[in-house]
Antibody, heavy 117, light 110 residues
C-alpha cells in the first residue's frame, strides 16, 4: 500500500524557519516527481513546489521562491521542505503529493504549519 | 486571485447530473491537460481525473472530464450524497512555470 507520511510541522514565529519532511513507503520513491501542496485555513489548495526524480530540477510558486527550498533523499525515501523567513500567510496544512498530475497520484494526510507570534 | 476560474458552488438532487467548469488561458489549459481533485475537508485530497479525461483505478465512471480550447469541465452523473465535497481543477502553467489550482467548487447534494 502506498503511504506518504508528513512530519515536522508546528508553531513558529514570523521570520522563523521550519523543515517539514515526508516519508514514502509501498512504492519505489526514486521513480516519481514529488510535490508539496498547501491549504491555508478557509482557503483553497495551492501548489507550493515540486522536484524531479533525482532532485536536480525544482520549481516553486512565486510567493515562496527565495524563502523555501526542497530536497529529497531517495536512499531514505524522504522529501523535505525547508521553509525560511516564514510569514503569517504561510500558515497552512502542507500535503506531500506523489505524481500530482499523473495516474499514480497519491496524497499524504498533511501536516499543519502555524506561523504566529 | 487564481488564474483559473471555477464557480464557487454547484448543487443537484440525488441522481442528477452536475457539471463544473474550469476556465483558464493559453498559458495553461490551452497548452496542458487538466486534472481534477476531490477534497473532503479534514481528509487528504484525491485525484479524480488526470490528463483531461482519464480516471485512475477505483474512481467510479460517474465522473468524467473533458477539455477544449482554454476550458475544461468535470461532470458528475448519478449524483450521490457522498459526492458532497470541494472539487478543484489544476494544470501546469507554462508562463508561471508551476501548477495552478482553481479556487474550488463546493458541490451540495440537495
Amino acid at each position: 500500500e502506498v503511504q506518504l507520511v508528513e512530519s515536522g510541522g508546528g508553531l513558529v514565529q514570523p521570520g522563523g524557519s521550519l523543515r517539514v519532511s515526508c516519508t514514502g513507503s509501498g512504492f519505489t520513491f526514486s521513480d516519481y516527481w514529488m510535490n508539496w501542496v498547501r491549504q491555508a485555513p478557509g482557503k483553497g489548495l495551492e501548489w507550493v513546489a515540486n522536484i524531479n526524480e533525482d532532485g536536480n530540477e525544482q520549481a516553486f510558486v512565486g510567493s515562496v521562491r527565495g524563502r523555501f527550498t526542497m530536497s529529497r533523499d531517495n536512499a531514505r525515501n524522504s522529501l523535505y521542505l525547508q521553509m525560511n523567513n516564514l510569514r503569517a500567510e504561510d500558515t497552512a496544512m502542507y500535503y506531500c503529493v506523489r505524481d500530482l498530475s499523473g495516474g499514480s497520484c497519491s496524497w499524504g494526510q498533511g501536516i499543519l504549519v502555524t506561523v504566529s507570534s | 486571485q487564481s488564474v483559473l476560474t471555477q464557480p464557487p458552488s454547484a448543487s443537484g438532487t440525488p441522481g442528477q447530473r452536475v457539471t463544473i467548469s474550469c476556465s483558464g488561458s493559453s498559458s495553461n489549459i490551452g497548452k496542458k491537460t487538466v486534472n481534477w481533485y476531490h477534497h473532503l475537508p479534514g481528509t487528504a485530497p484525491k485525484l479524480l481525473i488526470h490528463t483531461s479525461n482519464q480516471r485512475p483505478s477505483g474512481v467510479p465512471d460517474r465522473f468524467s472530464g473533458s477539455q477544449s480550447g482554454t476550458s475544461a469541465s468535470l461532470a458528475i452523473s448519478g449524483l450521490q450524497s457522498e459526492d458532497e465535497a470541494d472539487y478543484y481543477c489544476a494544470v501546469w502553467d507554462v508562463s508561471l512555470n508551476g501548477f495552478v489550482f482553481g479556487p474550488g467548487t463546493k458541490v451540495t447534494v440537495l
